[in-house]
């Protein structure tokens, strides 16, 4: 059961801008829970792209950026390239008034045109 | 730098019990909090419980309604994952990740996954 909402796909040609939503609510994102990011290959397991809403991982291109506001947050992925085809998934923290979880977003698939 | 690496693919019958484990080498284990998620086929990702290995402290979600338990062997460095009462929707790649703490923290090391079958 995905909390978090994410486009199901956004697709862009080599070099150009492509900007990835997720929106949450004021139980989990607009809470003041961080956000994270990973990029999962086809087959692979999930890696970790950028934490705590804007830090990039070790080794990460700096054409990844992540960003939040209010109750959610956006992954831009700037100079697409053909590596970059993968599916997307963020990932935050809910405090319902039942249970404490950790929430992920529905994914975003990003084709490289 | 830390690897985890889990035991291979397993096919269960429903209403039986399935372990995963999940063996970490090249750096601290102890100290860091260990989770279980899983993804079905095509679908995103769960979050299934964690544990701190030095503590032993676990922390779950209630919908599982008790059928997840994580232990550890800390003189192995492996994680452990047991899902017992298994049904068809239990079927999915079954994953360990390494987290700062039992809530909120990104998940920065993976395992490469174990499949999961269960066949009525």
Known sequence: ?113 | QVQLVQSGPDVKKAGSSVKVACTASGGTFSTYVIAWLRQAPGQGLQWMGGIIPVFGTTNYPQRFHGRVTITTDESTSTAYMELSSLRSEDTAMYYCARSMSLSADAFDIWGQGTMVTVSS
């Open chain 1, 1 to 113: 059961q995905s909390v978090l909402t994410q486009p199901p796909s956004v697709s862009g040609a080599p070099g150009q801008r492509v900007s990835i939503s997720c929106t949450g609510s004021s139980s989990n994102i607009g809470a003041g829970y961080d956000v994270h990011w990973y990029q999962q290959l086809p087959g692979t397991a999930p890696k970790l792209l950028i934490s705590g809403n804007s830090h990039r991982s070790s080794g990460v291109p700096d054409r990844f950026s992540g960003s939040k506001s209010g109750t959610s947050a956006s992954l831009v992925i700037t100079g697409l390239q053909a590596e970059d085809e993968a599916d997307y998934f963020c990932q935050s923290y809910d405090i319902s008034l039942s249970a404490r979880d950790y929430v992920f977003g529905t994914g975003t698939k990003v084709t490289v045109l």
